[in-house]
């Protein structure tokens, strides 16, 4: 049997081998003559298509060409682009006879910090070979030297519904110029396909005055964020042609922009979409004592009036999922109760399930933490909203409650209102309303399309469950 198996494996391999001896030898093709009838330049695989610079490196670069034939002297001409105007460099290239490099020195001393532009250069045809790179495109950065300023809890009310997760930001030095650190990162999954990694969101704070780092101004246009196989995507801010829907604002270190998005691959736009941050992790600016000269004092009032203004469901409502994961939108209406008294006065917003401003939801309802200047209302736990406080005229004082409840009961058309809370300083507050009570319709808008269920999703603002940002009322 090994024997026989010996002969049957010569037996293919001198097969093998009479049939490979059958073949033909392949033909090369000869390769295209050079066109160029000059030194054939070209642009060497040692040039970067991109540089970044920090503010104390020099200001030159050099940009290296070859060329293939150096038997004599040649000067070959060079076509710039530079649509900025601030690269300055000779139009042409000088070979003595035998060099086959030569360096270009490029200077960008003229670029002021933070500007990013493009140095086009292209050789004749007839001095630039074929075989080579006859164009080269060179993107610079004259960058700012970032300093690490701590970290943001981002929020975002767009493509995220609201979640959260915490951004480096860095400071521009000697610059009242910020940006934030992959400022979607909280926000990509690793298997979406997306890639936030090296992008930034820059825009610009006052820091002039101690303890203010209020918003100046966001960069205008595009600010990329991210990007994938088939597409890539930018916050696009501009006030001056979208107004509406590109703005900012600010409070202590909060921070909330409303902005477009903006896919590259379409030129598409949608939005607007709100971009909120809180500075939380080394502020570097001083955050008031909320409660500072507060009033302490009890209240035990019993209203002799009591006001109602319903202001609608489109500030507090959110985005959430049905029951078949589907997007849908929780309905929540808002309402403001002011109980007065002989030497003061109870105010306090309402945040209930819809119920159209017809009549006053009933129930017992959570008073939140507040502040002076941002209070969470009773019902539903908000984050930034006003309201919720005691004022007492008589002693130019406010309270600013932090816990207990407001009970609403309903009999024969006749209301009960009470109030059982405790202010930030420790004050007990208690007040109460009984009588029929008037409605006042704040919207101001005669809406015939309210909502049932999902058919308000384009009217609502899409913010976070429970959160809003300060509304100005007029």
Partial sequence: MKAIYKIYLLGITLGLIAFTACEEAPVREVSPEDTATGSQAYFTENNKKSLAFLPNDTTIFSVEIGRRNTDAVDTIAIQITDEKGVFVLADSVYFSAGESLQLLEVDFSAMPLGMNTELGLKLDPKDATIY???????????????????????????????????????????????????????????????????????????????????????????????????????????????????????????????????????????????????????????IPDPYEDDATINVNWVATAADVSYWGYLDYSYPIQDKFGGDDWYIVDEFEITLEAANGEVVLSLLTDYVGGAVLPTGEFPINTSDKENTVRAGFKAGFPNGSFVSVPSIGANLYLVDGTVTIEEENGEYTIAVAAESALGSQVEASWTGTVTIVDETAVDDDDEPSGVKSQMKVQKLRPGQKLPLNRK
């Fill in 132 to 286: 080579g790179t006859s164009e080269l495109v060179i993107s610079v950065l004259r960058d700012y030297k970032w300093i690490d300023r701590g970290s943001v809890t981002v929020f975002e009310y767009g493509f995220a519904l609201g979640e959260g997760g915490p951004v480096p930001i860095q400071q521009a030095e000697k610059e009242e110029i910020f940006r934030l650190v992959d400022p979607m990162s909280p926000f990509s999954e690793e298997d979406d396909g997306s890639d936030t990694e090296g992008y930034y969101f820059v825009f610009s704070l006052d820091t002039t005055e101690v303890g203010n780092f209020a918003m100046k101004g966001v960069n205008q246009g595009v600010q990329r964020f991210a990007s994938s196989q088939f597409s890539s995507y930018a916050f696009y801010f501009d006030s001056v042609n979208y107004a509406p829907y590109c703005y900012f604002d600010t409070y202590v270190n909060l921070y909330s922009i409303s902005l477009l998005y903006a896919n590259l691959a379409t030129n598409g736009l949608a939005g607007p979409i709100t971009y909120e941050f809180i500075w939380d992790v080394d502020f570097p600016g001083v």
